[in-house]
């Protein structure tokens, strides 16, 4: 088994030049921000830009006519990228907004509980004191020994009170990649819900909604799955997503059947609007569809060797620290060089046309203050990233290390 | 005064050869779909597309920084069509998430009121609904004989336990426009919140919030904007917008400033979230800032004209029915014809290259219900709007009456 990922591993490795000739950035920039934003392909452009060219040429509402089949089967690409159903997934215009659907439609009350981890996302933890003011407990999951969320504890805290255990597979600012399926195995015995925030890793890490054993998981398409901006799903298991009532509804969600009565739509359109960036959700569409294509398994192992081979880089380094926790750690290399801040090494690399970003506290606080960082620099690769893109940040990063 | 206006149509009218040459949908399709979604300048699509691009040239996030300063003005550019204050405005991704976000932040209660015109839009009556099942009391203000809402009905119906008078400004299904600033005089002396929803006259009747009275309003880009799909912005005035709490917060409407603690940040941005699609944006802007240079009255003056033109023509059909309403009519031009549905039409209509919609009782119940209505063909001009293609609708229409 693992010698047959390693071989799809190996098959991908081949295949990375004529993926980096088809991707326009590549040639200019060194993009260490993967996991903010990554490069997309020229495929990815090219359906975007084309549908907006053919809105423009014979209108948006007919363009969205023509598209209709391919609109359609986007649903189902994300599906198969999640062993989901089509109809359990809606896709929406960004993953905040996704997961804000999913969670704020839960009816949680005052004297329920809701668990958490320590690396929790800054949107997510913020969503959860909105309604820690409304009177729900807000707990979070200590850490193990690895750094990742403590399975053996969660166990341990969930009783009857507990009505939702969210989490970020994997933070914002970090490579851990937490234990999301023995996460899930814990909820599905005690029935807790669970809401996975996949954001980071969905397009890096193999996601199988029944294997991880979560009820709703929502994503972005901008990051790890190379598709553009102002696009992302939201998928919810079909018998949770008949009960919940969205926090908003319009008239995709809804049917106006009578002057008093509407009735939601079957499945997880509930949790969609009716005006959507069309472009986008193609674009988003022929992303997933590379992904699935080049094989999950094969990105996820070569997206690991090649963030270990840049921390093993950057260790080189007097003065850096790399500073990723976990048992299992993706494509985000965080780390500190002696001196400098995390803004100051991000606008030094800038000026050299490398791609990173700083994490500050403001983006993931539990986590953050616990460990007392201010800040690290967040680098983040991809299965694009080459041997002479990691010699260049490690040889940039001495540099700055020797002033 | 009324010449002055008469004189900024005739050269807003001199500007639309050129205004139809920099529109490359204009030597495609004849668009009577301005009301669903308007064709594009090239100007707005080389903003939108030029954006895309450089965003796969340099990164997303490094583009958007790229950015900043004209992102920034799309604030003011709205501000300005509004006469409010850029702070006051929140960039969202389409009219009906910005109308949400301001209408599920009010804290509506079991007997609170809100009050409403007959001809409201779906998505809105179907949140109202929602509410209902909550309690609050949903009352639909009966029209004038005009067709519009009558202010005298409205005035007589509020009462202390009224806290919203919520209205669209124009209907998705007809040429009607509602008296907003007698509504707002009624509604600043009554001392109640007043959320106007101007997706259908944003960019087609001048607005200013002050002139109106209301408290928040709302719009899309991709109408009588014709901006992109993808963006709208919902202005909210000041010391209002610093009161409420959004139903969604995240990173970019609050800073999560300690462990347990977040602070909204000040103004409309609290609307906003922080992953935005910046192509969409900065062509919205683009867009708006053309609405300003042409002139919102001039705009208005021709609208108007082209739209009593369309009617004129359509009506020397025998079996033609204009279905407008209202003391003052704008840019649609809703109509039936006999023996045919409202969708044969529209489907035989796009065989010749002609762009409307049909609009159904679900789009506007409460109006077509009391109407009898089953469906009205919605053909919505512009000021880019011939007298050829106003004849090519009316001699192909009566083609269709022939049959």
Redesign the interface.
């Known amino acids: 088994m693992e010698s047959q990922t390693k071989q799809q591993g190996d098959q991908l490795r081949a295949k990375v030049p004529a993926l980096r000739a088809e991707?326009?950035?590549c040639a200019?920039?060194v993009?260490f921000?993967h996991a903010?934003?990554s490069?997309?392909p020229?495929q990815v452009?090219d359906t975007?830009?084309g549908h907006?060219?053919r809105?423009?040429?014979?209108?948006?509402?007919?363009a969205a006519d023509e598209a209709e089949q391919r609109l359609a089967r986007v649903r189902g690409s994300v599906a198969r990228l999640l062993n989901g159903k089509p109809e359990e997934v809606a896709v929406v215009?960004?993953?905040?907004?996704g997961w804000?659907m999913a969670f704020?439609s839960l009816p949680l009350q005052a004297g329920d509980r809701v668990l958490t981890s320590m690396s929790e996302y800054?949107?997510n933890?913020?969503?959860f004191?909105?309604l820690?003011q409304r009177g729900v407990s807000i707990e979070v999951v200590p850490n193990d020994d690895s750094g990742q969320l403590s399975v053996e504890a969660l166990a341990g805290m969930i009783d009857k009170k507990v009505r939702l255990v969210a989490v970020s597979h994997m933070p914002t600012n970090g490579g851990l990649v937490q234990p999301a399926a023995a996460i899930g195995k814990v909820c599905r015995e005690a029935k807790v819900l669970y809401l996975l925030d996949a954001c980071q890793t969905a397009g890096q890490v193999p996601l199988d909604v029944h294997a991880i054993g979560c009820d709703m998981l929502s994503a972005?398409s901008?990051k790890y799955l190379r598709g553009?901006?102002?696009a992302?799903f939201l998928w919810v298991r079909g018998d949770l997503a008949n009960k919940l009532?969205p926090?908003?509804?319009?008239?995709h969600?809804?049917?106006?059947v009578?002057?008093?009565?509407?009735e939601i739509v079957p499945g997880s359109a509930r949790f969609e609007?009716?005006?959507?960036?069309?472009?986008?959700t193609l674009g988003m569409g022929a992303a997933v569809d590379l992904a699935l294509d080049l094989g999950l398994e094969a990105i996820w192992e070569v997206v690991q060797e090649r963030a270990e081979a840049l921390r093993t880089a950057l260790l080189t380094i007097p003065g850096v620290q790399v500073h990723d926790l976990g048992a299992v750690r993706g494509g985000i290399v965080s780390f500190t060089l002696l001196g400098w801040s995390a803004e100051e090494v991000q606008h030094a690399l800038?000026q050299d046309s490398i791609?990173v970003?700083a994490s500050t506290p403001?983006?993931a606080?539990?986590d953050m203050?616990a460990r007392g960082l201010r800040g690290v620099v967040r680098s983040s690769v991809h299965y694009l990233t080459t041997d002479e893109e990691i010699e260049r940040m490690r040889s940039r990063v001495a540099q700055l290390a020797g002033r």
Not at 55 to 62: P, Q, V
Not at 93 to 97: D, G, L, Q
Not at 258 to 262: K, L
Request: net charge negative; glycine share 6%; proline share 4%.
């Open positions: 991707t326009p950035g200019e920039v993009h921000n903010g934003a490069l997309v020229q452009l975007v830009v907006l060219q809105e423009a040429l014979i209108g948006a509402y007919e215009e960004n993953a905040t907004r804000d704020y800054c949107s933890a913020i969503a004191l909105q820690a972005t901008r553009p901006r102002g992302g009532e926090p908003f509804l319009d008239v969600a809804a049917r106006w009578e002057a008093d009565r509407y609007n009716w005006e959507s960036n069309i472009a986008a800038h791609n970003t403001y983006s606080r539990w203050e």
